[in-house]
């Protein structure tokens, strides 16, 4: 059974930092897209961070400079999104999830979810 389980969420002020995990179990995810969505509350699900081919990355613009996604070459199964100078419109649901093949920015194509976790920067 494969499970996808975020942690590291929690209640911040604007421009304090966070550190999210993901822990993916139930077969080997090596070749396996993985990244960061998040969704707030009555707006639709989007990405925010996506890792593939063990060093690509890519980014939404609005996260830039200030989100780094990483994935250990050593656990492909452990995904990490740093997150440094956090901004009230950040605050959301951050979800983690995995795709087979080359990452994309859309949400229909990932197999795998987790749960999320609540991310709320105060002001």
């Known amino acids: 059974q494969v499970q996808l389980v975020e942690s590291g969420g929690g209640l911040v002020q604007a421009g304090d930092s966070l550190r999210l995990s993901c822990a993916a179990s139930?077969?080997?995810?090596?070749?396996?897209?993985m990244g960061w969505f998040r969704q707030a509350s009555g707006k639709e699900r989007e990405f925010v961070a996506l890792t593939w081919n063990l060093d690509r990355t890519y980014y939404r613009d609005s996260v830039k400079g200030r989100f780094t996604i990483s994935r250990p070459r050593d656990n492909q199964n452990q995904l990490y999104l740093q997150m440094n100078n956090l901004k009230p419109e950040d605050t959301a649901v951050y979800y983690c999830?995995?795709?087979?093949?080359?990452?994309?920015?859309?949400?229909?194509?990932?197999?795998?979810w987790g749960q999320g976790t609540q991310v709320t920067v105060s002001s």
């Open positions: 139930g077969r080997p995810f090596n070749s396996y897209s």
């Open positions: 999830a995995a795709r087979a093949g080359v990452a994309t920015t859309n949400r229909d194509d990932y197999e795998y």
